[in-house]
């Protein structure tokens, strides 16, 4: 099986966590990440794990979304709640074949919101695209662990059919690399009085979108940083930074 992480960012209930590892291994999935939950892993988990425990034991933990998917190359996140903000967007099938594809490249992360509030836009910010299950829409809200089902299903298909994608050896950068770029990004157009401080966030995430869809590798994260080094520190006019012919 490809290395596709279900992360739960903020999972409140004990018994949802068991029932999204039991979902999991169903379908031949083992890694499991927990954002900050919100309960202990009490009884009710391993009951609801039905025999997945080791699914839970081997969970990892972290603070946020952002280690959860540090050295992911590509990251979808899920909703029931059409957004206002326009990410690209995919329904389960289609998720479920560009997760496949994309783990060629490295680790994939899917994320799934907390059963009250689901996922902030800000943790959204973290994916390449949004994925939504098609559902009654005066009755969108499935419970987590039947949403974890449904995405863990339709890899398993993909995994048995896959769709055939171009080879290519284009490597995204990890995540976290990608996300320290975007803070050096704001910093330089911060400093260079582009972004309105008032609204920093329509701008940013304009910017994000852009620049997540190219998944750019490390070389050519490594070009963008000096750019914005060279902004915040210019090199003599035609000279270029030392020892380097910029490609
Ligand atoms: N009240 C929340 C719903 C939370 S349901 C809201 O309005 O966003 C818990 C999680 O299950 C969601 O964050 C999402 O990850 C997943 N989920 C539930 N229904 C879904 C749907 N129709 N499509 C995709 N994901 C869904």
């Known amino acids: 099986m490809p290395d596709i992480r279900i992360i739960l960012v903020r999972p409140q209930h004990p018994g949802n966590i ?27 988990a391993v009951a609801r794990a039905a025999g997945a425990d080791d699914i839970l ?33 995919l329904e389960p099938r289609g998720a479920a074949a560009t997760l496949c594809a994309q783990a060629r490249s490295g680790p994939v992360g899917l994320l799934f919101g907390a059963e009250r509030t689901g ?3 800000e943790e959204v910010d973290y994916a390449h695209a949004l994925v939504q299950i098609p559902v009654d829409p005066g009755f969108a809200s499935l419970n987590l662990a ?23 050896d284009h490597r995204p950068a990890p995540q976290e690399a990608f996300n320290r770029f975007l803070e050096h990004l ?13 609204h920093p966030r329509k701008l940013m995430r304009r910017l994000t979108r ?17 750019i914005l080094n060279a902004v915040q520190n210019p090199y003599p006019a035609q000279k270029g930074p030392p020892d380097s012919d910029n490609t």
């Not at 979902?23 to 009710?44: D, R, S, T, W």
């Not at 969970?59 to 690209?88: E, G, H, L, N, Q």
């Not at 704001?186 to 260079?192: A, F, K, P, S």
């Open 146 to 168: 039947a949403a974890v089902q449904i995405l863990c299903y339709e890899v398993r298909c993909a995994v048995q059919e896959p769709v055939p994608v171009p080879e290519s």
């Open 210 to 226: 852009l620049f997540r869809r190219a998944q750019p590798d490390d070389n050519e994260l490594q070009i963008l940083r000096g």
């Open 57 to 89: 034991a081997g969970a990892t933990v972290v603070a946020d979304v952002r280690a959860a998917v540090a050295d992911c190359v590509f990251v979808a996140a899920t909703s029931a709640r059409a957004r206002t903000i326009a990410w690209p967007r």
């Open 186 to 198: 704001e910093q330089v157009i911060t400093d260079i009085g582009f972004l309105n401080t008032h």
């Open 18 to 44: 068991g029932a999204c590892a039991r979902a999991m291994k169903n379908m031949g999935l083992k890694n499991l990440v927990l954002v900050a939950p919100q309960c202990f892993l009490a009884e009710e």
């Open 119 to 121: 996922l902030t836009n």
